[in-house]
């Protein structure tokens, strides 16, 4: 028999180009400090530099990987460089990335029990392990009325949480009807956008998204929650849902859970805590009073792929009822018909969130686990947390500085006492340098430089130097 | 200065376990097809062969892969087997792995343009290559007022589709004020069903989702398309949108573009393609016909994560309007504000999509299109739609068995004549020997075997193989 033609890389083909891609990983991230954090490409440049059309025939893979070195590289700015301190980190790291490999390796779809057991097996166990680690209530264990599933992004997450809201509010009658507007939901003026984005797609409606004001740590009020609910309520709305913030995006903020659960409790409420980043803090149990309460939430997330480790995209989220989610998302159309299905013994992770398809992502949050152990990942928590506590004294003890909000955990806002043009002018150049990156937001109305120390790699050496520069750069603003 | 304690996987580390992980999937598909297709465990086996909790201390990387291969391993089924037929593929291959590996490696976060350039770039330069590739609108090039996103899956994509439709329809008040209960969608008894999904998500509701019928090809009937909107227009209802199907997945049916669009332009209804699949076929000019009349197109989704080689996930979705997407999906905090977004000068992905952070998938799609070149994505595509052929060759010459639909590409639905028991005896046993897996649907009520030739390493042996076994199964069921 003639052997077929084949365009397709061999098992051989792929271990010696594996092995380069490895190496050529290992080596970046050998290498990483030397890059500028910001990528310093202008607009278009990128593109202007990849040819126009695909090409006809293959190429080799030597090839692709140069272009990538050359091509690409110079656009990419550095999320995992020790000194990107930016936004909220999205963090990788070894056993992260090997796991990721794996689930790419396997190439399973993970949307049935019967389509991959051991991909939606892995992922209750190892949602199960966090309850604990995480001091998380036991009505969240698979083995009691709740259960997780691992989702792409907290957004995602809040808007599972809201449309099972909706549908709990409605008798599991907005799915079938659809909305009728008078379905209203609650966030804090500083609840992160996706829950606006939540409001637009679910058919809520932003108009009925409530930002209750904050007081002054930013944290959700929760007598103005109170008065707005009642207030609703005599309106002839239908309050559903409030999503409480462990650790607000801009500022770090803390919402008090325990006087929301209160509300919540008593208007009926579906209570969904969004802890994206700080949620990992509660690994180390001296930082989880900021979570006090969470036993009376109906949902919770938060992403291992921000500052525990694992790689984008893992979002992990809870519910205290799964049938109550369930309902809210299934569908089951006869191609999908199955025994382990019909039996009931089986999970089907595709009724727990939008998407129907889904990887094996709970490889690289068990890998990542189980090589640090809780142990090791206490230890990396605990000295971000400690960097960032000494960031915030030496703003403290610098009179040109001022703190702009408390630092409870990693992140640090603050800025210098010369006012918005000042600020800005300091970010710019800093990010400009490539030595760091930071990011800002307003707070009182104020331009404010945030400092989150949280990416894998940040040691004592980079938060030293990074002050280093501000005080450098603010020398020459003030000047 | 001493140094800090880690418990960090180092470069040097990252660069042995790597290799071993290389190897590791690089012998599993040199022997994947040793093992039963379909896993053979019972549910609750995997996780019971797990612990119970999280380690206190971290474990050596080489334990945490022979669990791997131990535990599981036995869990997995297939989908990367030659001998998978099942459902539609979800493909993987050597550089769509390493694609994704180089994406993890780099861990970059592409929300905005700033956050990351070369991922915003190079996705707008592949989605623009794969328009021409496809036969598709030149509407649809970033070059023009349309534009292509990389989106999970198909199921995201006609959501946001249809997001968009409300908007339009509603003047973009409904993600203001919330969805008014009068808007109506459309697709067909054979549509997928997540856009059943899509319409509850949505707000707008599964009893203003219209489920028009199909003709004997199973294709949905334009006339009882235009009749029932015409019919929620009298009744005062607001039509907003069409999902018309190239390749259903019960029955790979093919919807008449070119006389839905018709309805369409009349009444003013946002026309959604969704190609999952068959998206790919495509590639070939030959195979172009099925998606006559896409010009006409709103909207339009394929995966190449079924069939075009490239691992999941990875749903290419394209809009004529950008503009309209933009404005149903945009929300803009201060934390995200930069130059680059205020310049107007580039895209920001992150309101193209559901989720806020995003993952560099071009990156995998731009490699499997450059080590294939057009020319060997075309061959492996027109090679298996040439085995599926004849796959429904050997149904129609055997007096036992009839085709259930037409075959047009490479999915093929037929039955045993001896009806719904012998079907399932036969599909039964056929996943419990191991030798390969296929899977079933029902078209006129009558319990249906599909066989869908796809997966990246399927020969002409696998499909002479799985028609041998088909026989043999047959024979024992009619005796």
Redesign the interface.
Known sequence: ?QA????????????R???A??????????HIESFPVL?R?K?????AS?P????????P?E??LRD?EK??????????SPNFFA?FP?????????G???S??????GML???????T??E??VL???V??LGLPNKFLSSSTGGGVIQ??A??AS?CAL?AA?ERATNYM????????R?VAYASTQT???L??AA?????????LRLIEVDETFAMRPDGLARQVEADKRAGLLPCFVCATVGT??SNAMDPIADIARVCREHNLWLHVDAAMSGTAALCPESRHFQNGVEHADSYCFNP?KWM?T???CDCFWVADRKVLIR??S??????RNK?TE?G??IDYRDWH????R?FRS?KLW?V?????????Q??IR?HVRLAQQFADWIRNDDRFELAAPAPLNLVCFRHKAGDEANQTIMDRLNRSGDLFL????LNDKLTL?LCVGQ??T???HVQAAWRRIQEEASKASK
Chains 1, 2 share one sequence.
């Open positions: 028999m077929e033609k084949s365009f397709h890389m061999t098992p051989e083909e792929f271990r180009y594996g092995h891609v490895i190496d050529w990983i290992a080596d970046y991230h050998s990528s490409v607009p278009g440049e990128i593109r990849l126009a059309g695909p090409p006809r025939h293959g190429e893979f090839a692709l990538v091509l690409i590289l110079p656009g990419v700015t550095h999320w995992q936004y999205c963090n990788a790291s070894g056993p992260g990335i090997l990721d490999l794996l790419s390796g396997l190439g399973v779809q029990w019967s389509t991959s057991p051991a991909c097996e892995l209750t166990v199960d392990w966090l604990p680690m792409d992004t957004s995602s808007l449309l909706r907005s799915n079938v009807r659809g909305c009728d507007g379905l992160h956008s996706s606006q984005k637009m797609i679910s058919g809520i409606g932003v108009s009925n995006t801009s792929h480790f790689n984008f995209d809210t998302l569908i089951l159309p006869e191609y999908l382990a039996s013994a089986v939008i998407q129907l398809g990887r490889l890998l686990i189980r090589y640090y152990g809780v142990e090791g990942l230890h990396h000295e990011t800002h937001t307003r945030r894998t790699n040691q004592e050496r």
